[in-house]
């Protein structure tokens, strides 16, 4: 299992909180424990405390995981969405209550053998990936139950999972995709990734484990970076940040980081 934490150490996805403008939604996220913390990044709760004036539209802004989700008033309704290669809005309506296990890259198809590329950009019905798995949420999970006693059975539920599944580690995958954190994105994949698999390996790898290509997956890398410096609108415009990570203009960096998040960095940072 220790194999993964180079992903654990070296990652933090974040999805910028979508209730600082509207107190009536509540999004939070609580932490796996520890036995499950290098394939779980975190579980995640978007409700509303009464119902909506509007229809809302939430944005999944680009992370670089594959989510495993259901609507908690109605656990039949369970989802898995995959790699993103740009922001995704779903309209969910007035009313809501959805609870999501967010995966670290990578380690969902270390964990179930599914091909990560099959998922990508996309949300799928989890009965058509994981049936099991999709059987288990329909079963186990309560409408009553509160967040805190579900995310004790998703800890438990994975911890089986864990512990009865033969995992298959390849090293020069994971040693490529630490070079990706340990340079925040900014590297040429076609030649900084040289840890003994051939390009084309590596594409097939790349796919099989994130969905995506190497290049792909290192541009949400290093948007992911800023995300997590967390600039304001003024530090953007002063430290430039993003001359750090490779761009050559705050042109080309605004339209790159408006296909992650779906807004501009003025309208994202105050």
């Not at 992903?7 to 939604?25: A, C, R």
């Not at 009313?95 to 179930?112: N, Q, S, V």
């Amino acid at each position: 299992m220790n194999e993964l934490k180079v992903i654990q150490e070296n990652y933090n996805p974040i999805q910028p909180t979508v209730s600082v403008n509207n107190p009536e939604i509540i999004y939070q996220e609580t932490k796996p424990i520890k036995e499950i913390a290098h394939f779980i990044y975190c579980f995640w709760q978007l409700k509303t405390r009464t119902p909506l004036e509007n229809n809302f539209n939430y944005r999944v802004v680009s992370d670089g995981c594959i989510d495993i989700y259901f609507n908690h008033n109605q656990p039949t309704e369970n989802f898995i969405m995959g790699f993103c290669r740009k922001f995704v809005e779903f309209p969910i309506g007035k009313e809501f209550d959805y609870i999501g296990i967010r995966f670290l890259p990578a380690t969902l198809p270390h964990l179930f053998e599914v091909d990560a590329k099959t998922l990508s950009n996309q949300s799928l019905e989890l009965k058509t990936v994981l049936p099991g798995f999709s059987e288990w949420i329909q079963t186990e999970i309560k409408p009553s139950s509160s967040f805190h006693i579900i995310t004790e059975k998703l800890n438990e539920k994975i911890v089986g999972i864990i512990k009865n599944t033969n995992i298959y580690y390849d090293h020069r995958f994971l040693d490529a995709l630490h070079l990706i954190f340990r340079k925040s994105g900014f590297l040429n994949t076609e030649k900084d990734l040289d840890t003994g698999i051939s390009p084309r390996q590596l594409r097939r790898i790349f796919n099989f484990y994130l969905g995506t290509t190497a290049k792909s997956f290192s541009n949400v890398v290093r948007f992911q970076h800023i995300l997590n410096a967390k600039p304001s609108k003024n530090s953007l415009k002063e430290n430039k940040l993003y001359y750090d990570v490779g761009f050559f203009d705050q042109a080309h960096f605004i339209k790159n980081f408006k296909t992650f998040y779906g807004v501009t960095p003025s309208e994202a940072f105050h």
